[in-house]
């Protein structure tokens, strides 16, 4: 089993719908989650970080930690033909050495 | 604030031959730089961490002496892909973690290795 699964998609979606992107994890040690979005053949970069349970919100972006299910979200409302991109949840690991561990990516295609 | 650079962007090599691969830390010292390959379609799998003065520590299944990694500077680290082959191919990115919020890691751009 993965540490992190994340579902590759492709996700396509309408201009204007809200998008729900996920992550599951199995390790509860875990306690920083970052979100990055990645357009092809560039390198990611950070869109949402969260510590801990909880949600955050930043413009049209929510990211959502549920720590007992090991689950966490990221919510894109109004999503745009911009929006189109893969998206990474990642995790830092416990072991103290700042490594993230990264899921696959959801690549996600907006329609215009 | 907090750019990372990699250079080249982009590079063709012949079998056999080695190529560097430069990442750049541009307005803050990064302590830690990380390399990362990634395949199409697929994420980003971790090769190595490197700390500024040391030794960099290598991801299982990684070969130490074909990826040649090198933090002399607290702005600069090196990749050197050593006697490349054509299963080298990929995209290799680096991302650097400052002194300041040290969970965050900050990505280059990518550099598109081909070798034919």
């Known amino acids: 089993q993965k540490e992190v699964e994340q579902d590759p998609g492709p996700l396509s979606v309408p201009e204007g719908a809200i998008v729900s992107l996920n992550c599951t994890y199995s390790n509860s040690a875990f306690q920083y989650f970052m979100w990055y979005r990645q357009y092809s053949r560039k390198g990611p970069e950070l869109l949402m970080y969260t510590y801990s349970s909880g949600n955050k919100e930043d413009g049209r972006f929510t990211a959502q930690v549920d720590k007992s299910s090991k689950y966490i979200s990221l919510f894109i409302r109004d999503s745009q033909p911009s929006d189109s991109a893969t998206y990474l949840c990642?995790?830092?690991?416990?072991?103290?050495?700042?490594?993230?561990?990264f899921g696959t990516g959801t690549r996600l295609k907006v329609l215009a | 604030g907090a750019v990372v650079s990699q250079h080249p962007s982009r590079v063709i090599c012949k079998s056999g031959t080695s190529v560097k691969i430069e990442c750049r830390s541009l307005?803050?010292?990064?302590?830690?730089m990380f390399w990362y390959r990634q395949f199409p379609k697929q994420s980003l799998m971790l090769m190595a961490t490197?700390?500024?003065?040391?030794?960099?520590?290598?991801e299982q299944g990684v070969e130490k002496d074909k990826f040649l990694i090198n933090h002399a500077s607290l702005t600069l680290s090196t990749l050197t892909v050593t006697s490349a082959h054509p299963e080298d191919s990929s995209f290799y990115i680096c991302?650097?973690?400052?002194?300041?919020?040290?969970?965050?890691?900050?990505f280059g751009p990518g550099t598109r290795l081909t070798v034919t």
């Open positions: 991302s650097a973690r400052g002194t300041g919020r040290t969970y965050e890691q900050y």
């Open positions: 307005d803050f010292q990064a302590t830690t």
């Open positions: 490197s700390n500024e003065g040391s030794k960099a520590t290598y």
């Open positions: 990642a995790m830092i690991s416990p072991s103290g050495t700042y490594k993230y561990i």
